[in-house]
């Protein structure tokens, strides 16, 4: 069909008002967040009911159109870079929260709601939804879910697959597929939601999620930790653990960092630490206030040179308005920002830090180190000027030397940002042939025609 | 029409600007006409994008890229909230003086910013007329005052419930005035603007009436021009030029301590965008600089520099407070106007997303009514919902947009400027 043709029964299908062609509007839906170069779609298209969403799905494979679904285009990896000539679907049409239960504390969702939107609609009915991505404020939770996100919770309270009950997707004919269920127990026929998380848009559309949620904890404990080395510091964090004790939130930021950060906000946080340790604690009032002493003994016995515990809400913000300030104090340095996503350990972590200072050095690169120390998760952050040919040459191979250290200390491509088109390459190296070879197995027979969202993850066909 | 790859050469200038961009999309979060549309064209990222590949010779249709752009209020928000600190404003204005320079201006404008504002004792005898005669000839009056000021839209089309122009402006009631320092030792300038002077002269009046009750000396030159946001908003940088030109001379030379606003847009393009965007003499951008140093919004001289008591008057209501964009997000005013109603003896109320924009933006609320009203109606709930006999703000444009989505509710409530209620306290 011809592609005027393809337009016209789009248009038909879901509403002339839904269906964008223009220069323009496709030209806004060609990047995401990743520093990746854009590819402009066909057209773009934003169902808001769930049926339309169904029709959109086989409307482009009976065409052989391809299809990349895009929540808010806040990922990292190039998930929602479109393929030439094909279709973007958004989602943020989709975006009622359907149900929310509190007696049995499940909630129902259309993929296109916003993360922080749906976790203040949670938490004013007296419960939690604990991932929390940086991107929050924006981020779909089907995009969460597409991409496994993560977040500051992570160490305790776990990732979005922790709280993924069940997906209801849209296979390529566009036949509703559902999983799971609003028990928590299931163990009806295959794991299929969990096949679609960190699917990355590559196996079905999600048209609705089923989330877990959990009571808040009663009471919380903040403390800002201060080392003279980042060994030292890392140390702790392995410490911790090892005494039993498991942090809502365990954040690490590096000497560079931390004076980044005191230079944008002017905090009066230590220009002159090594490192820094936040750490909250969380739970019942009196295991907090006892894990919270312990912490701080921890601290001290491995180095801190200063803990500063907070006394009210307003310290307690100070603390993670630091963390949080991170990202954009190092993204004004420099025109351009590769956040990247290494994962080790957690007792790798002095070793992976040594790795990101020796790289730094070699290639002549403006690295600054923070992230989930407690989960081992974390975030070397390039910063660059992407016109500058030669520095971006070296600033790939740092890409490239970062994975490398991280895979060979039995780390992870990914902790939470996804694979994309950003890592697919690397993919082999982590896995196998074989993990490869399977997963196209399955994709052709669930997706004969390769329209959903081909290239990512697991790159092309070889 | 200059040919394509030239206008790509000239966006070529905001490379350096635009490279800040990280494409993270955090300004979704915040941008109130992404929050009506859900489409990236719409949101900064998108519309920087557009930009960046029009500077580059990706993209083929600069008009398409103009549509875009003029969807947006400048309301700064994104800016203000951007993690990786990029001058959107400074790029959209000069993005929509290329645009201009482009494709032109529109003859309407032509006519209105080059014929009438340029001109400002034509533009007053114009708008006098057109108070005495907006019942006969409300038509033309919206023409012409449709998309001449900022938020000049009064009498305009449509299912609007406008504010009609001042029987008497501001300028027939106080022509001009220069009085010396009394018991503050402060002397002050006081820029009216022309929604106040033409529209609320109530508000300039009320802020002599509290700059006598201080003892404060004002130097109020006759024959003040707009402040220019209008013709800079659509690109027309020359009629800029020479209104900033013609405020500077009228000030330049006056001796004062303080130049003071009561409209929010007016305080923020004096600060930001006089000295930043003037284009003509360095002596003028000099002086304007200097002016620069000088301005500020009336509420938080009364706050920050009078350091104002609580008068012992009641105000006798409960108010709400709304952040005017041009004060919030360009100059991080917020404290102060809250203050000052603190301290009129009202009983102040917050109101739910009180630091949104209003929906208004000048010449958009002309070119996109529907958007600017779903944005207008969204604050007109929020006002509501905080159960207050008063709205009050900072901004008289904003006065505008939420006196038309009030009433259209029939919400029965009334729209003061922060300083009407500090007058009345007195
Ligand atoms: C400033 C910043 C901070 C960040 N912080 C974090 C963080 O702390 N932790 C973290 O994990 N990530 C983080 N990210 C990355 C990103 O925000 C997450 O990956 C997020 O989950 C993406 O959500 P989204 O709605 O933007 O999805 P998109 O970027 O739009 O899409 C992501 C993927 O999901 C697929 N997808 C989206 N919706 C559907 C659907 N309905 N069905 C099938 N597939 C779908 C897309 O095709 C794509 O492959 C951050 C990003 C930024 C810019
Ligand atoms: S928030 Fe700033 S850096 Fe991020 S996409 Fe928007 S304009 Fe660009
Ligand atoms: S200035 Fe306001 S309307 Fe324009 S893009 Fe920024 S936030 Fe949106
Ligand atoms: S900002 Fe003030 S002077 Fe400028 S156009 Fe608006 S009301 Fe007139």
Redesign the pocket.
Known sequence: MSKDAIIKEFEAAIGAENVMTDETDRHAYSY??AVLDSVVPALVVRPTTSEALGKCVKLCNDNGVPL?????????SG??IPHPGGCVVL?NGLNRILEINEEDMYAVVE?GVVTAKFAAEVASRGLFYPPD???QT???L???V??N???LRGLKYGVTKDYVMGVD?WDVNGELVKSGSRTVKCVTGYNLAGLMVA???TL???DKIILKLIPPAQAAKSMMAIFPSMKAASETVAAIIANKIVPATLEMMDNFTINTVENFRGAGLPTDAAALLLIEVDGHPAQVEDEAVLVEKICKENGATEIKVAKDAAERDAVWQARRDA?PALAKLKPTCVLEDATVPRSKIPAMIAALEEISKKLDLTIGTFGHAGDGNLHPTILTDKRDKAEWERVEKGIDMIFDRALALGGTLSG???I?LAKSKYMEIETSRATLEYAHRMKSVLDPKGIL?PG?IIGFKK | MADINRLAQMFMELDDLLVGCMR???CQAVCPVFAQSGREGDVTRGKLALLDKLAHEMLEDPQGVKEKLDRCLLCGTCQANC?SGVSVMDIFLKARAIMTGYFGLSPVKQAIFRGMLKNPKLFNTLVGMGSKFQGLFTKKVDDMLGSSCARFNAPVIGDRHFNSLAKKPLHKIVPEMDTPAGKSGIRVALYVGCVVDKIFPQVGEAILKVLKHHGVGVYMPAGQACCGIPALSSGDTSTFDSLVNMNVKLFKDAEFDYLVTGCASCTSTIKELWPHMYQGDSVTRYEAAKLQKKTMDISQFLVDILQVQPTGGNCGRSVTYHDPCHLKNSLGITAQPRELIRTAGCDYKEMAEAGTCCGCGGSFNIAHYDISKQIGSRKADNILAAKVQTAATSCPACMLQITDMLSQKGAGMDVKHVIELYADSL
């Open positions: 995401d967040a990349t679904v895009r929540g808010a285009g806040t990922n990292l998930g929602t989602t993929p991505p940086g991107s924006v981020s779909t089907g995009g969460n597409a991409e996100a993560g977040g997707f699917s990355e848009g079905g559309v999600f990202l939470e940002h996804g994309g969202n990512k | 993270c999309g955090m993690p």
